[in-house]
Structure formats: C-alpha cells, structure tokens
C-alpha cells in the first residue's frame, strides 16, 4: 500500500467514487490519468502520474448529479453515471 494519491475532508465531499484510467484516443493530453468523482458534490478530478511517482490532481468538471459509477467503453473512452438524473455522461476535457 502507498499514502493516498487524493485525499480531502469531508467538508469537502462525502465520498470517492472510483473510476478508471484513460485509455482512450480522443483526448491523447489525458491518456494515463485517472479519474475520480466525489458522490454528493459531483466533483470529478483527472489525477495525472508524474515522473518521479506522485500524482497531480485537477478538478476536471462539476456535475450537478451524484455521481453513482463511471464506465468505459470498447475505445477506452470514459462515462460517469448520475444517480439522481438516471443520465450518462461521457467524460470530455
């Protein structure tokens, strides 16, 4: 086990949902990030691992949902789910 790569308090959120790694073509400047949401603020950060093995968080978008799960497709093109909408998202820079 490592120290976490994201972490915060819950005045800040109440809890991770976890995603995947970008594998997908379309936005090559994300290709290797992970992405994350948290649940009740709807906050997604795109995580990017540097050279010497730390992590670089960004708040990549707010949605105004929860965010339930997160999906990939056969491109490795990145979804998050909505719990209270019933939508999918497909996760764009």
Known sequence: ????????????GCSITGGYVYRGSAY???FG???AGDY?????????????GSWTSTQATRLETQISSFGEDFSGELY???HATGEIYHIQP
């Open 28 to 30: 090559p400047m994300l």
């Open 33 to 35: 990030n992970y992405f």
């Open 80 to 82: 998050v789910l909505g």
């Open 40 to 52: 009740c603020t709807g906050i997604i950060w795109s995580l990017a691992p540097q050279a010497d």
């Open 1 to 12: 086990m490592q120290i976490p790569v994201l972490e915060y308090n819950h005045s800040q």
